[in-house]
């Protein structure tokens, strides 16, 4: 039978994965808000205990799906808490789904683009995102690759994006999904194969996207009628690479 540091251990779980399940529901939000639900959640994950982590972060991500718990935890400092955190692949899949719960919400997007402090820029989010989609996890990067297909829209991430070489990172992810389609690997693992796919796809038609409409605002049309001048920007060597290869 379970003592000591055990028992708490299964009890703290137990509460965890039962709260996980409520937090989705929007109508416990102002209870857990109420009750310092965040100050509980950042304690727990930044304990020592990997299967405590894993299920708050569930729980976090649940939380997260609510656009009010969002900017709460932006405002509160919550990704300066999350960012940190050492990317192990047991809880991967986790701390993708909070990045992913986040940006489902414009104005979460805008203001993860306003940040300014060093430990929580665009620049750190997308580098612990692609940390993540570097696992061999296929949940963590369906997650990863849903956050990408949202923020991507954003100049904010798209340079910082294209600085870490994303660009190689996205296709080679795409790559991986269609080697496992050719092998014909049966079951579960194709579905979920299917669906990193998918959203690698969505991906880089934003990231494409995204660069052409700043392509074209840099077409600067001088005065001249018919024999205006047209001044072109290069695009960078990630999103001409990209377009070759996409």
Not at 46 to 51: F, M
Request: proline fraction near 4%.
């Amino acid at each position: 039978s379970l003592q000591g540091a055990d028992l708490l251990q299964r009890e703290v779980l137990y509460l965890v994965q039962g709260l996980c399940v409520l937090m989705s529901y929007k109508e416990c939000l102002g209870v857990a808000l109420q009750e310092g639900a965040l100050d509980i959640v950042l304690s727990l994950i930044e304990g020592k205990d990997k299967i405590v982590c894993h299920e708050t972060l569930r729980m976090l991500a649940a939380l997260l799906s609510h656009r009010k718990f969002s900017m709460v935890f932006i405002e509160a400092g919550g990704l300066q808490r999350l960012l940190p955190l050492p990317q192990m692949t047991y809880y991967a899949s986790s701390a993708a789904l909070c990045l992913m719960s986040m940006t489902h919400f414009r104005g979460v997007v805008d203001r993860l683009c306003r940040l300014s402090d060093p430990t929580c820029t665009p620049h750190a989010l997308i580098a612990f995102a692609l940390g993540l989609l570097e696992s061999a996890d296929e949940v963590a990067n369906s997650n990863v690759l849903q956050l990408l297909s949202k923020v991507l829209a954003e100049p904010a991430f798209l340079r910082p994006f294209d600085a870490l070489g994303g660009a190689k990172l996205l296709l080679k992810t795409t790559g991986q999904c269609v080697d496992d389609g050719h092998l014909g690997t049966a079951g579960s693992k194709l579905s979920r194969g299917k669906t990193v796919a998918k959203w690698a796809c969505l991906a880089i038609r934003n990231y494409l996207r995204t660069h052409l409409l700043l392509a074209a605002r840099q077409l600067d049309p001088k005065e001249g009628g018919s024999d205006a001048v047209i001044k072109k920007r290069p695009l960078t060597p990630d999103a001409e690479e990209a377009v070759a290869l996409a």
